[in-house]
């Protein structure tokens, strides 16, 4: 195989594919990136970690047909550091030689009959979304995916697609998130009705799509196969194995009865549990006490931890309806739903001291968003 890639068209390939790249083991084979000649002009790049997989065809001038693979990290930095114009040239004893102007390297390559086979890449139900609104919803609720969860479906976000919404949720056990938003969205049956797609995407494939989508209101084409869920970019394609199963019934965790409300500006709740965290993750006698104390009381919410050697304390003007409650919860889970959150003020509700804590919009009629999480008990404080 010879082949002459422009340099920027090839590393443009290579840096997504990335994402599909075995990190563990020893296989040799899914830590490559195989290269497969199209005609005379045309090269398709493919990445398959058997889990997710990412696949394109670029431009390139084709000397000599072949397919091969070649280790995924070593072409990538090899690409970045050539002056110009890259020339693959792979000898009968698969030797690899990568050259640009003067430059010149030598890499060991294997056969790509021994790359794994990909799966069919297409399936009948399907979406457009803009990638900006995929992305943020995400980003908004991968923190609370579950990982190593008995219950396998916990260890994925699970998407709903109802006519022309798509909403993400995800639970671990400690913590909930759940985020929808109303989009324009390409989701019809043939005769025109709106498709109902649900589908379960493992939390280790989550930040892969969140690296593909493009900060842009350019759509992106999703379509669900039978085991995986393929997202179509540009001439390029990312899939996932998706989870097999049905998700939890997740509304019935979801508190129902608040009697305890509290409207708060989001921005001084997040940085006053940034400070709390200084004292949270402190290691004191070889342990870490990692939660917070929220204690409300009139118009304030007080925001307290004491370690041994350490303390912190905060307060924050509110709006409160019903008893005082004073409440305790892992800092970072906490801090983490505040993260995501980007609306000015939220709403706190309470019920008892063991009972999780809803954070919702403040208007009734936004169901934007709705996280939940857990406290602990006081013995753990």
């Given at each position: 195989?010879?082949?002459?890639?422009?340099?920027?068209?090839?590393?443009?390939?290579?840096?997504?594919?990335?994402?599909?790249?075995?990190?563990?083991?020893?296989?040799?084979?899914?830590?490559?990136?195989?290269?497969?000649?199209?005609?005379?002009?045309?090269?398709?790049?493919?990445?398959?970690?058997?889990?997710?997989?990412?696949?394109?065809?670029?431009?390139?001038?084709?000397?000599?047909?072949?397919?091969?693979?070649?280790?995924?990290?070593?072409?990538?930095?090899?690409?970045?550091?050539?002056?110009?114009?890259?020339?693959?040239?792979?000898?009968?004893?698969?030797?690899?030689?990568?050259?640009?102007?003067?430059?010149?390297?030598?890499?060991?390559?294997?056969?790509?009959?021994?790359?794994?086979?990909?799966?069919?890449?297409?399936?009948?139900?399907?979406?457009?979304?803009?990638?900006?609104?995929l992305?943020k919803?995400?980003?908004?609720?991968?923190?609370?995916?579950?990982e190593?969860?008995?219950?396998?479906?916990?260890?994925?976000?699970?998407?709903?697609?109802?006519?022309?919404?798509?909403?993400?949720?995800a639970?671990?056990?400690?913590r909930?998130?759940?985020?929808?938003?109303?989009?324009?969205?390409?989701n019809?049956?043939?005769?025109?009705?709106?498709?109902?797609?649900?589908?379960?995407?493992?939390?280790?494939?989550?930040?892969?799509?969140?690296?593909?989508?493009?900060?842009?209101?350019?759509?992106?084409?999703?379509?669900?196969?039978?085991?995986?869920?393929?997202?179509?970019?540009?001439?390029?394609i990312?899939?996932?194995?998706?989870?097999?199963?049905?998700?939890?019934?997740?509304?019935?965790f979801?508190?129902?009865?608040?009697?305890?409300?509290?409207?708060?500006?989001?921005?001084?709740?997040?940085?006053?549990?940034?400070?709390?965290?200084?004292?949270?993750?402190?290691?004191?006698?070889?342990?870490?006490?990692?939660?917070?104390?929220?204690?409300?009381?009139?118009?304030?919410?007080?925001?307290?931890?004491?370690?041994?050697?350490?303390?912190?304390?905060?307060?924050?003007?509110?709006?409160?309806?019903?008893?005082?409650?004073?409440?305790?919860?892992?800092?970072?889970?906490?801090?983490?739903?505040?993260?995501?959150?980007?609306?000015?003020?939220?709403?706190?509700?309470?019920?008892?001291?063991?009972?999780?804590?809803?954070?919702?919009?403040?208007?009734?009629?936004?169901?934007?968003?709705?996280?939940?999480?857990?406290?602990?008990?006081?013995?753990?404080?």
């Open positions: 195989m010879k082949v002459v890639f422009d340099k920027h068209i090839l590393l443009n390939a290579i840096i997504p594919a990335m994402s599909a790249v075995s990190t563990k083991g020893e296989n040799k084979v899914l830590q490559g990136i195989r290269l497969k000649t199209i005609d005379s002009d045309k090269c398709m790049i493919s990445t398959f970690d058997v889990e997710k997989g990412f696949q394109t065809i670029i431009d390139a001038d084709v000397q000599r047909p072949g397919c091969f693979i070649i280790n995924a990290n070593k072409l990538l930095n090899i690409t970045r550091n050539m002056p110009s114009d890259i020339t693959v040239d792979v000898s009968d004893k698969n030797v690899a030689k990568i050259s640009s102007g003067n430059s010149k390297f030598e890499v060991v390559c294997i056969e790509g009959s021994q790359f794994p086979n990909m799966p069919e890449l297409s399936g009948d139900y399907c979406f457009s979304v803009s990638q900006k609104t992305k919803l995400i980003a908004q609720t991968s923190f609370a995916v579950a190593n969860n008995q219950k396998l479906q916990l260890n994925g976000a699970y998407f709903q697609i109802r006519e022309e919404n798509i909403k993400i949720v639970l671990d056990g400690f909930f998130a759940q985020r929808y938003e109303d989009c324009e969205m390409e019809h049956n043939e005769d025109g009705s709106y498709m109902n797609l649900n589908f379960i995407i493992a939390r280790k494939a989550l930040p892969e799509i969140q690296k593909f989508l493009l900060d842009t209101d350019e759509k992106i084409r999703v379509v669900r196969g039978l085991k995986h869920i393929m997202f179509f970019r540009d001439n390029m990312f899939f996932t194995r998706q989870i097999d199963g049905e998700y939890l019934e997740y509304e019935r979801i508190p129902k009865d608040c009697p305890i409300e509290v409207e708060i500006p989001v921005s001084s709740l997040r940085e006053s549990l940034e400070r709390a965290m200084l004292v949270t993750e402190d290691s004191d006698a070889g342990r870490v006490k990692s939660s917070v104390t929220l204690n409300v009381y009139g118009d304030s919410l007080k925001i307290s931890c004491i370690s041994v050697v350490n303390k912190v304390y905060d307060e924050i003007p509110c709006k409160h309806t019903g008893d005082d409650i004073e409440i305790s919860f892992n800092c970072r889970f906490l801090l983490d739903a505040f993260r995501a959150i980007d609306a000015d003020t939220v709403r706190l509700g309470f019920s008892t001291p063991l009972s999780s804590m809803l954070i919702s919009p403040v208007s009734d009629e936004d169901r934007s968003f709705l996280y939940f999480v857990f406290p602990v008990r006081p013995s753990q404080n």
